[in-house]
């Protein structure tokens, strides 16, 4: 480490391999794309380049350089939460042809399925992350669709009379109370 802060190239070299792997794997346990991974870990070893010199104890090092990396992990996803449009994020518009025929032989799924695919994207996203499989928390939700906590539970509530509007049909005879 004195060497890299001196400014040995080689040192240095050698610090980033040596540190390379718990950086990876830090970053592996996020879904990120490969070009977003090079991101994270070009950054991590950024802040460990200019904080080189604030690291007094070299055995702490692996520790400090994964949380950095987790650090570097999530402020690259909040940067990204704010600059996704919604019809970028992974809850995508619910494509009919996607769904098992056997499934759709019941009128009222058929209905449920029609109604659903009518709703507006960001809609869809909403209902999808509030029934995600394992459960996101609103804080997680919020942050993902770049929604206010406060909103989260208001929209639901919407965007569910919105389907129950159109399955009034289906349901109880037709009345929509």
Same mark, same amino acid.
């Not at 996101?136 to 939700?141: D, F, T």
């Not at 909103?151 to 389907?163: D, V």
């Given at each position: 480490m004195a060497? @890299? &802060?001196?400014?040995? $190239?080689?040192?240095?070299?050698?610090?980033?391999n040596q540190l390379s792997r718990v950086v990876w794997k830090t970053i592996g346990n996020y879904r990120l794309s490969p070009a977003d991974q090079e991101d994270a870990f070009a950054s991590t070893f950024f802040r460990l380049?200019?904080?080189?010199?604030?690291?007094?104890?070299p055995r702490a090092l692996p520790g400090w350089i994964a949380t950095t990396a987790r650090n570097e992990v999530r402020a690259l996803l909040r940067a990204q939460g704010r600059a996704i449009p919604m019809e970028s994020l992974?809850?995508?518009?619910?494509?009919?042809?996607?769904?098992? $025929?056997?499934?759709?032989?019941?009128? =009222?799924?058929? *209905?449920?399925?029609? *109604?659903?695919? $009518? =709703?507006?994207?960001?809609?869809?996203?909403?209902?999808?992350? %509030?029934?995600a499989v394992p459960p %996101? +928390?609103? @804080?997680?939700?919020g942050a993902l669709l770049d929604l206010?906590?406060? +909103?989260?539970?208001?929209?639901? *509530?919407?965007? %569910? &009379?919105?389907?129950r509007a159109a399955l009034a049909p289906y349901l109880d005879g037709g009345d929509d109370a």
């Open positions: 060497d @890299a &802060r001196a400014g040995d $190239e080689a040192a240095w070299e050698a610090l980033v380049f200019d904080r080189l010199d604030t690291i007094i104890e992974p809850l995508r518009p619910l494509n009919v042809a996607d769904i098992d $025929e056997r499934l759709l032989d019941d009128e =009222l799924v058929r *209905a449920a399925v029609a *109604a659903f695919a $009518e =709703l507006p994207v960001k809609a869809q996203a909403l209902l999808r992350a %509030l029934t %996101l +928390s609103y @804080a997680e939700i206010p906590h406060g +909103s989260i539970g208001p929209n639901r *509530a919407t965007y %569910l &009379r919105m389907l």
